[in-house]
């Protein structure tokens, strides 16, 4: 071998295969989760890998009533449904879930409680679900063995097209109006794979193997199929055009739940085993930059194949997906919001209806859902701050009517300390930490002031090249900051112009491709999201900056504008609220993986 | 490709981790018994996990042990005039014993 060491100073190992099974999903596995405070099989389930809501099932006895809520490391008891059922199904979150067939009832939980709504239009056991607690999808199920479809809207259930291959006990994936069903018992057993428009069904490619009694996870484009009939550990990835066999699960099972936003992040709890049942739980996950054996930058000698390799990290297809519901209510136009995807902050704002009034909640997010803190001291909406902030510490700056106020967070409450030098509203932008912040731009007609916070008290430093109101900004710091889009003067014309900071003056660069105010965004100078904003009219557009250009990426799934952002890069961040009338929260995930890489020439 | 028997108790999280699964092979089966690929890092999830060592027989025993007792409980769960379908209906298919790898 190589006297590597010698030459960079390290050695290159020489394997005999690839440390890493490959990029994506190929490189994923499952690994153990919590234990099910009670074991049973046949039970329903709803959410993502880290935040499922279990519900009902069998332990051999009667039906099952029992929910279990998971955080990605254990469950605890919540409150039971008011019907037990085994062999039904679930979809939703984990604060707006429903749970129905078994055989027809439906009940939706709010988080706290489960009640009655109306029934299924045909009662049946063994079904797939799909969707959301207010748009959600029911299809196959028995007896008889049925491809009956029925949509759910919040309130009933409304029959439409069949599938075309009729089946119970199959595995299903997705949103009502993108849709997958896969496997189940046909008389025999099927690997047909049926996609779901909003309207009819579709065959597409099957499975590899003919599977029943399996759970799915997972979106049309990213679904997971794994466990079933003969307590199978086979798992099988779908890219939304065809099946691969990836990883097993370590324990085969059948009539467990599955959950899951893609397939790269998948669970399966519970279910029946070889004379028995079991209350583990597994996660399925791809491959990160933490495993010891898969770092990033490896080099070694391939002997098999004779090739010098090294690992790399390598991003997937962004995705929006959906995420906790803020406890205060419908939130816009936020004084300021900040932190990552799995711990932020948003203070005041705007609430609900035509002539809001402005609120001083603050909320704190933990990946999977908001809890209400201590108020602003003046609650106030269309202000800034520090959007690189953490959830213990950041600063919320000037509002309604042209404040200039400057409020800090320590984390559990909000002081009052020097105001800015220029009272702003109307949104301006702002980037930066409680120690080391900038905000830009606002007030109406639009002005191109910029101020710098030094942890203590505002600067005056060089101004915007545009006079901008309704922007974005974002930034690690004081000296390095991006402003976007917004309106540039009092009728309101929008800008898709992008200006860079380097910490003492700002540069034109390159623009969004859409052209919008009242945007929302988050991120740093080299590595920001924009998304949502008002075109005229609200739009889902989502573009990714790369410190250079902006790149059109996966949509919102609602149109928004006035919404609030936290993330600091353009891989992972949330969109909080917005416009219309919105407390929902979205999460956006680009999905990282290391895989092989052969070094050439 | 060689194997190991275990039995140990699945604690939950970090029972075996995302790193472990990609490093050596790893069934779970009736009876707590876990099937390990026999390399270095088998052996150190072994250790980790205090797993008790079992022969392929022992471990076979165990599996087949649990399933017959499974289906002992089964055999004697009756409702008078139920077919055969509604029992299965009821409690599903009766536990089938296998052979472990």
């Given at each position: 071998m190589t006297d590597f060491k010698a030459i960079k100073g390290f050695s290159v190992k020489s394997l005999a295969a690839d440390p890493l099974p490959g990029g994506g999903v190929a490189g994923a596995t499952w690994a153990s989760g919590g234990n099910l405070n009670t074991t049973r099989q046949a039970l329903a389930g709803a959410g993502i890998q880290t935040?499922?809501?279990?519900?009902?099932?069998?332990?051999?006895?009667?039906?099952?009533?029992?929910?279990?809520?998971?955080?990605?490391?254990?469950?605890?008891?919540?409150?039971?449904?008011?019907?037990?059922?085994?062999?039904?199904?679930?979809?939703?979150?984990?604060?707006?879930?429903?749970?129905?067939?078994?055989?027809?009832?439906?009940?939706?939980?709010?988080?706290?409680?489960?009640?009655?709504?109306?029934?299924?239009?045909?009662?049946?056991?063994?079904?797939?679900?799909?969707?959301?607690?207010?748009?959600?999808?029911?299809?196959?199920?028995?007896?008889?063995?049925?491809?009956?479809?029925?949509?759910?809207?919040g309130t009933s259930w409304t029959e439409?097209?069949?599938?075309?291959?009729?089946?119970?006990?199959?595995?299903?994936?997705?949103?009502?109006?993108?849709?997958?069903?896969?496997?189940?018992?046909?008389a025999p057993v099927t690997a047909n794979t049926e996609q779901f428009d909003g309207t009819s069904w579709t065959e597409v490619n099957n499975l590899n193997t003919a599977i029943a009694l399996l759970s799915g996870a997972g979106i049309q484009t990213s679904a997971l199929a794994f466990g079933g009939t003969g307590q199978s550990t086979g798992t099988e990835a779908w890219d939304g055009t065809s099946w691969t066999e990836v990883n097993a699960l370590s324990i085969g099972r059948t009539e467990f739940v599955g959950a899951g936003a893609t397939n790269l992040a998948a669970l399966a709890a519970g279910g029946e085993i070889s004379g028995g049942r079991t209350a583990a739980t597994e996660e399925f996950t791809a491959g990160t930059i933490t495993d010891t054996i898969q770092n990033e930058g490896q080099v070694y000698y391939n002997s098999t194949a004779g090739t010098m390799n090294i690992s790399a990290v390598v991003y997937g297809t962004?995705?929006?997906?959906?995420?906790?519901?803020?406890?205060?209510?419908?939130?816009?136009?936020?004084?300021?919001?900040?932190?990552?995807q799995t711990a932020a902050l948003i203070a005041g704002g705007f609430g609900s209806g035509s002539e809001?009034?402005?609120?001083?909640?603050?909320?704190?997010?933990?990946?999977?859902?908001?809890?209400?803190?201590?108020?602003?001291?003046?609650?106030?909406?269309?202000?800034?701050?520090?959007?690189?902030?953490?959830?213990g510490a950041t600063i919320a700056v000037g509002g309604t009517g042209g404040l200039a106020l400057t409020e800090l967070w320590n984390g559990s409450g909000w002081t009052e300390v020097n105001d800015l030098n220029t009272g702003r509203n109307e949104d301006p932008g702002g980037a930066g930490t409680a120690t080391s912040a900038l905000v830009f731009g606002g007030n109406d007609p639009a002005i191109d002031s910029n101020e710098s916070w030094n942890g203590t008290s505002w600067t005056e430093v060089a101004d915007l090249n545009t006079a901008t109101k309704a922007l974005v900004g974002c930034g690690a710091d004081n000296t390095s900051a991006l402003a976007f889009g917004g309106s540039i003067d009092a009728s309101g014309t929008r800008t898709a112009k992008t200006e860079l900071w380097n910490g003492t003056s700002w540069t034109e660069v390159n623009d969004l491709n859409e052209t919008k105010s009242n945007l929302g965004g988050f991120g740093i100078a080299t590595s920001a999201i924009a998304f949502g904003g008002d075109t005229p009219p609200?739009?889902?557009?989502?573009?990714?900056?790369?410190?250079?250009?902006?790149?059109?990426?996966?949509?919102?799934?609602?149109?928004?504008?006035?919404?609030?952002?936290?993330?600091?890069?353009?891989?992972?961040?949330?969109?909080?609220?917005?416009?219309?009338?919105?407390?929902?929260?979205?999460?956006?995930?680009?999905?990282?993986?290391?895989?092989?890489?052969?070094?050439?020439? | 490709m060689a194997y190991k028997y275990c039995t140990a108790t699945n604690w939950g999280k970090d029972f075996f981790t995302h790193e472990e699964r990609t490093r050596f092979h790893l069934e779970g089966h009736p009876g707590n018994v876990w099937i390990v690929g026999d390399n270095n890092y088998g052996d150190q999830w072994i250790s980790k996990i205090s797993g008790v060592s079992k022969t392929k027989s022992e471990a076979q025993a165990i599996v087949t042990g649990v399933i017959e007792t499974a289906q002992g409980v089964w055999d004697d769960n009756n409702v008078s005039g139920e077919s055969s379908d509604e029992k299965i209906s009821r409690l599903g298919s009766r536990p089938a014993t296998y052979n472990i790898i």
């Open positions: 935040a499922t809501l279990v519900f009902g099932g069998n332990a051999g006895g009667s039906n099952l009533a029992v929910t279990e809520l998971y955080d990605g490391t254990s469950y605890t008891e919540v409150n039971d449904l008011n019907t037990g059922r085994r062999e039904f199904a679930g979809c939703g979150t984990t604060t707006a879930t429903l749970a129905f067939g078994g055989p027809a009832v439906t009940e939706e939980f709010d988080g706290t409680s489960w009640s009655e709504q109306n029934d299924l239009n045909t009662g049946r056991e063994t079904l797939a679900g799909a969707g959301t607690q207010t748009a959600a999808l029911a299809f196959g199920g028995t007896p008889p063995i049925t491809g009956k479809t029925e949509k759910y809207n439409v097209n069949d599938l075309n291959t009729a089946r119970s006990r199959l595995g299903g994936a997705g949103i009502q109006t993108a849709a997958l069903g896969f496997g189940g018992a046909t962004g995705a929006w997906a959906s995420g906790g519901t803020l406890v205060s209510g419908n939130r816009r136009n936020s004084v300021v919001s900040c932190g990552v809001p009034t402005t609120i001083g909640f603050t909320e704190l997010y933990n990946g999977s859902s908001w809890s209400e803190v201590a108020d602003l001291n003046t609650a106030r909406a269309f202000g800034s701050g520090s959007t690189n902030g953490t959830t609200r739009t889902v557009n989502t573009e990714s900056w790369n410190g250079t250009s902006w790149t059109e990426v996966g949509n919102l799934a609602s149109a928004q504008d006035k919404g609030n952002g936290a993330g600091s890069s353009n891989k992972a961040g949330l969109a909080i609220g917005g416009s219309p009338d919105r407390a929902t929260t979205e999460e956006w995930t680009v999905p990282e993986t290391v895989t092989n890489l052969v070094m050439s020439d | -």
